[in-house]
Nanobody, 126 residues
Framework: QVQLIESGGGLVQAGGSLRLSCAAS????????MGWFRQAPAKEREFVAA???????YYGDSVKGRFTISRDNAKNTVTLQMNSLNPEDTAVYYC????????????????????WGQGAQVTVSS
């Protein structure tokens, strides 16, 4: 059973930075794509960023140039560095991982992922 646990959320002022981490347990995810999604109050969950097993990265339009996703296969973790945060980034951020290995398919849809974390709250004050 794969478990994903997010950490690093919190409260930050606009213009500040936060770093989210997601630690996986249960099996190695070094050959699986991993991603981050977020859900703001009264809004649908949206794609934030993803990284494939060959470390190709993808970003949602609203975070391009501000957020960076990376992975450490030795530690079975994925990290989201968030810079230049604004109040519109306020949301619960979810880590996700694909079940399959060596995938070259889509990584930007919720249905692409089988494993999900519980979520980490990020609040950006103005």
């Amino acid at each position: 059973q794969v478990q994903l646990i997010e950490s690093g959320g919190g409260l930050v002022q606009a213009g500040g930075s936060l770093r989210l981490s997601c630690a996986a347990s249960g099996r190695s995810l070094s050959r699986s794509a991993m991603g981050w999604f977020r859900q703001a109050p009264a809004k649908e969950r949206e794609f934030v960023a993803a990284i494939t097993w060959i470390t190709r990265t993808y970003y949602g339009d609203s975070v391009k140039g501000r957020f960076t996703i990376s992975r450490d296969n030795a530690k079975n973790t994925v990290t989201l560095q968030m810079n230049s945060l604004n109040p519109e980034d306020t949301a619960v951020y979810y880590c996700a991982a694909q079940r399959g290995s060596y995938s070259s398919g889509s990584v930007i849809r919720q249905n692409d992922y089988s494993y999900w974390g519980q979520g980490a709250q990020v609040t950006v004050s103005s």
